[in-house]
């Protein structure tokens, strides 16, 4: 059992939005603002799409974008497109202690 | 541009211990402001973090592998290893190893933005 809660999967029809919450308590996604993003399509290395609650980094589609209230955090995609089509993982600092908690990944599926 | 590449065994006896290395080029591993971690996923599953090091050679290892857990550096080789000893068929995975932002330009981060492409382990008699 991965120590942040993701859905399993979501899906959308290319051009709609979509949204894969991360949640997790007041010990890492609710107490930091150092939540980030992976991309992983299959057979590939994760991808980071967004660091700090909602920073992009250079060359990631500013389709994508971060939030956070209290304890969840949340990727929307919007104008969804094939390519997005692929896991996401979630991730947070948690203190000096744990250190870094994953969510259990969310596979969004393109219809 | 900085690149990782993961090198070691793909394949580890039950009760043995895993070695991996992760080889840094195109930056200097010893860089202030980073840590040098690893990462697996097992075979249909979600991603766990192991630990990382800091430049200045300070580990810190997830709670739950942390009494079976080395992560080391070699300054002069630009590159960083992982030792995971007692190991079962639960051990078997990717393992990548990811370059961790933790302060910037004043600024304090923590997310990982440069991965290896990975290597998988296996682990069985």
């Known amino acids: 059992q991965s120590a942040l809660t993701q859905p399993r999967s979501v899906s959308g029809s290319p051009g709609q939005s979509v949204t894969i919450s991360c949640t997790g308590t007041?010990?890492?996604?609710?107490?930091?603002?150092?939540v980030s993003w992976y991309q992983q399509h299959p057979g590939k290395a994760p991808k980071l799409m967004i660091y700090?609650?909602?920073k992009r980094p250079s060359g990631v589609p500013d389709r994508f974008s971060g939030s956070k209230s209290g304890n969840t955090a949340s990727l929307t995609i919007s104008g969804l497109q094939a390519e997005d089509e692929a896991d996401y993982y979630c991730?947070?600092?948690?203190?000096?202690?744990?250190?870094?908690?994953f969510g259990g990944g969310t596979k969004l599926t393109v219809l | 541009q900085l690149q990782l590449q993961e090198s070691g065994s793909g394949l580890v006896k039950p009760s043995q211990t895993l070695s991996l290395t992760c080889a840094v080029s195109g930056g200097s591993i010893s860089s202030g402001g980073y840590s040098w971690s690893w990462i697996r996923q097992p075979p249909g599953k979600g991603l766990e973090w192991i630990g990382y090091?800091?430049?200045?050679?300070?580990?810190y290892y997830n709670p739950s592998l942390k009494s079976r857990v080395t992560i080391s550096v070699d300054r002069s080789k630009n590159q960083f290893s992982l030792k995971l000893s007692s190991v079962t068929a639960a051990d078997t995975a990717v393992y990548y190893c990811?370059?961790?932002?933790?302060?910037?330009?004043?600024?304090?981060?923590?997310?990982?933005?440069?991965w290896g492409k990975g290597t998988t382990v296996t682990v069985s008699s």
């Open positions: 990811a370059r961790v932002v933790l302060y910037q330009g004043g600024y304090y981060y923590y997310y990982m933005d440069v």
């Open positions: 700090d609650v909602s």
């Open positions: 991730c947070s600092y948690a203190g000096s202690y744990t250190n870094v908690v």
């Open positions: 090091i800091y430049h200045s050679g300070s580990t």
């Open positions: 007041s010990s890492d996604v609710g107490g930091y603002n150092y």
